[in-house]
């Protein structure tokens, strides 16, 4: 182990999950133990935080808030979305972390994100590297589209899915209550991978979920599409099918670009992703005559901390814990991976993962873990995810409403 | 007590709950118990199955799956909009009707739902008593739109309330992260009443709630709606406004009927109640040319078991088991209502309501709860929902995925 003795930075990016406050906490309360480190600061709104010089002092918060953190939603210190261009191409950016690495004598930089945020880690580490400043950098994982490379998971995933698997099992039973049929068209988030949107087949695995799932990473074609519904309604009077916001035909144009000639579809309220449900619905009802129901999650499956796992938020927690561990044992530039241990039994064990190996990569759905129609999941597949969604995070509770965190939020100086 | 030996018949109708199953619950058990009911049977779909002769031996199901209903979302039994005609009109369904309880000598006939249900167990309470046929004749609330005459509150809205406060906070957090603002708005059911949608003022109490709620009980005047978010977002960089999916102007058009000129809003799309949200959601963008996100929380809102109200379930349960209680002793042509206890205690007790004075009654918020530019509730509102979402409804858990009742579904004969 070699000592170094300094402050530690804290920062979230990208897209909030039920989640990543979890992962705040284990970096935040483990750093505030160590020794070696002097003080432990929360950057504001990400990267933003550094470049403002917006910090907070972790040290000032109390002890039962941070503790709320492991079950509040969202990113508590803000986020921020702003991608760095690379040093070489405009270095001002590089040069102002490094101002105010040097002002908090920064030796601890923890970045808690998904690809892009690894690609901002890198990028960051190794401009400090190239200028010698030394500085311990740690990328702590989390992402709801489990599409990070080098991880068999990611946090944040294990919880968006069972909300998922949870509401696809209430619509469910809701859809059948009448006597009349209905095609209900659940849009799940997912860009580019699916593995949100494939979390549905674990309700269909207990007669509640989807009975056509469709995913990003095979192409989308319509009339397969109508036709797979038309069969699923025609024998069972009704169909629940699961859609990624990301369905996109060969060409990579996505469902809300689509000019479906016969349906006049105009390019009202399409410009942004989202809506591919609403429109599939207008497709299904235009061509087979029948009631249909379009539901978009939206941000409600990021955030629903009530029904977050139990599993997620403990190895969310762990992956902000080991991230500081390792970085007091001298390691630098990696990113904290999950790898699952062998036999029946699931264990998750953590590893390391150089983050530049994972800066800009995609995980996605292998094709044999899909059904050969291509509008379903096969056993493969929730083998892997059942065991990401098991156990309830019980939110805390005050006047029967859920009790999140406060920060203080004291700027340090 | 006057003693009438026979056969008890439930059914549940209009659109589901997170526990009209609950009621059901408490119908079947305590019928189960009671030794004047010879038998106690289903009906499917409603008033469907009487009409169908589609009836379930409740007798034959296994009391574990029974407990369950307690936590099982939506109508186990099916469930129907069918609308009887009056009697002197066309007596023919009634004649079935009276024919079947006849068949299967039918003493006992428990109506759970709304105020549709309570007018057509009105109808054959009195159908049956001209042609002189002894059966007792009860009404069980249940509505999440909290619109039901007569009582305090229906079984239904708590729970519906409970969930539609989580998801404000959770998506409040949410919106907050980003340091670069947001128009979040947020559609919640309820056509004429707009109880659901003022429950999200509890999560505005807790400062993670809407900054703007629009109600259907007031006319909804586009330009003021701007005016009001523009004013929220100048203020405070971003803005949540939780509407109903009822919103009509003066002359009764719904928002989504609107044809605003200078949107160019076609009628793609909007053919459906629903949608208020994305023309809203359109309207503030082109007007202020911000960043908008519309959710509607669909069905969701009516079947999250997963965060029902414990009071909710406590007091549906009671609802049943009191209807059947006072059939026995005699009563007939009542809906049990709830009536709150005097004192600054929350206490629900039941009461009798005279079933032909519910039917076709509407109870909307009174405006007095409501502030006077029409935007948000008064402390008054919160006072009167906050206890109904109290208490955490636990549902049981397989698997890490919710274990709902599995009713064998026996057929009398």
Redesign the interface.
């Known amino acids: 182990m070699s000592e170094l003795k300094g402050a530690a930075i804290f920062a979230q990016s990208g897209g909030?999950t039920s989640v990543i406050n979890a992962s705040a906490a284990g970096v935040i309360t483990e750093a505030l133990k160590a020794d070696a480190i002097t003080h432990v600061y929360g950057s504001?709104?990400g990267i933003?935080g550094m470049l403002d010089d917006v910090i907070y002092d972790m040290s000032k918060e109390d002890g039962r808030e941070l503790e709320l953190l492991l079950t509040?939603?969202?990113?508590a210190l803000?986020?921020?979305?702003y991608k760095l261009k690379h040093y070489d191409e405009d270095d001002r950016d590089y040069k102002k972390i490094l101002d105010l690495f040097r002002k908090y004598d920064i030796r601890y930089f923890f970045f808690n994100g998904g690809n892009d945020s690894m690609d901002t880690c890198s990028k960051i580490g190794r401009y400090l590297q190239k200028v010698g400043y030394e500085c311990r950098v740690f990328g702590v994982p989390k992402t709801i589209d489990n599409d990070l490379w080098g991880t068999d998971h990611c946090p944040g995933f294990g919880s968006a899915a069972?909300y998922i698997?949870?509401?696809f099992?209430?619509?469910a039973?809701?859809?059948?209550?009448?006597?009349t049929g209905m095609v209900?068209i659940i849009e799940v988030m997912g860009r580019n991978a699916g593995w949100l949107t494939a979390a549905s087949s674990?309700?269909s695995q207990?007669g509640?979920g989807p009975d056509l799932i469709y995913l990003p990473e095979l192409p989308f074609e319509a009339d397969r599409f109508l036709g797979d519904v038309e069969s699923v309604f025609s024998a069972n009077g009704n169909a629940i099918i699961a859609i990624s916001e990301g369905l996109h035909d060969a060409d990579g144009v996505y469902v809300p670009e689509m000019n479906y000639q016969n349906l006049?579809?105009?390019s009202?309220?399409h410009t942004q992703l989202g809506g591919a449900a609403?429109i599939l619905?207008?497709l299904v009802k235009d061509h087979l005559n029948v009631k249909v129901?379009s539901?978009?999650?939206?941000?409600?499956q990021?955030?629903?901390?009530?029904?977050a796992?139990r599993v997620d938020v403990d190895e969310s927690f762990l992956a902000g814990k080991m991230a500081v561990q390792h970085a007091l044992e001298g390691k630098s530039g990696y990113m904290v991976g999950f790898e699952r241990g062998p036999g029946p039994v699931y264990v998750c064990n953590t590893k390391l993962v150089d983050v530049n190996e994972v800066a800009n990569k995609e995980k996605l759905i292998p094709r044999e873990w899909v059904n050969e129609a291509g509008n379903g999941l096969k056993q493969e597949f929730c083998d892997y995810a059942?065991p990401l969604?098991?156990?309830?995070s019980r939110i805390a509770?005050e006047?029967?409403?859920?009790r999140?965190a406060r920060l203080r939020k004291v700027r340090a100086s």
Do not use: N
């Open positions: 909030p504001a709104h933003r509040t939603p969202s990113s803000g986020s921020a979305r069972k698997v949870t509401s099992m209430e619509v039973l809701d859809a059948k209550v009448y006597d209900i674990l309700a207990k509640l006049a579809v105009d009202f309220g609403s619905g207008k129901r539901i978009e999650l939206s941000l409600l990021r955030c629903a901390a009530h029904c796992s059942l969604i098991q156990g309830e509770v006047d029967g409403l859920p999140f």
